[in-house]
């Protein structure tokens, strides 16, 4: 069990066990979810900020998509082409 202190302005400090197993660094920025439970307690998550412009790269429905992509690759499921001709000719062919 880890104790943390809360200064007046509410600021505190994780014990650095606890800063060491969430992999919170040294570095000041570190973010962290504090998440409420259906119990009415708080989880503690380690977080990072994705930029707006990578943004759609996490959103649920192209996780899927590109695991589906990945899982396709790895099964053989795929189609390689050696002349940009060649990719533009089997594009066409997708469309018709």
Same mark, same amino acid.
């Given at each position: 069990? @880890?104790? %943390? =202190?809360?200064?007046?302005?509410?600021?505190? =400090?994780?014990p650095e066990? !606890?800063?060491?197993?969430?992999?919170?660094?040294?570095?000041?920025?570190?973010? !962290? *979810?504090?998440?409420?439970?259906?119990?009415? =307690?708080?989880?503690?998550? &380690? @977080?990072?900020? !994705? &930029?707006?412009? #990578?943004?759609?790269?996490?959103?649920?429905? %192209?996780? #899927?998509? *590109?695991?589906? @992509?990945?899982?396709?690759?790895r099964?053989?499921?795929? =189609?390689?082409?050696?002349?940009?001709?060649?990719? #533009?000719?089997?594009?066409?062919?997708?469309?018709?």
């Open positions: 069990m @880890a104790f %943390m =202190t809360v200064d007046k302005r509410g600021r505190g =400090t994780f066990e !606890v800063r060491r197993e969430l992999g919170l660094d040294s570095e000041e920025g570190n973010l !962290v *979810i504090l998440e409420k439970t259906e119990r009415g =307690t708080y989880e503690l998550v &380690p @977080a990072t900020l !994705v &930029p707006k412009d #990578q943004f759609w790269f996490h959103h649920p429905e %192209m996780r #899927q998509r *590109i695991d589906a @992509a990945e899982a396709d690759l099964a053989g499921r795929s =189609t390689r082409t050696e002349t940009p001709e060649d990719a #533009q000719a089997f594009l066409d062919g997708l469309k018709s």
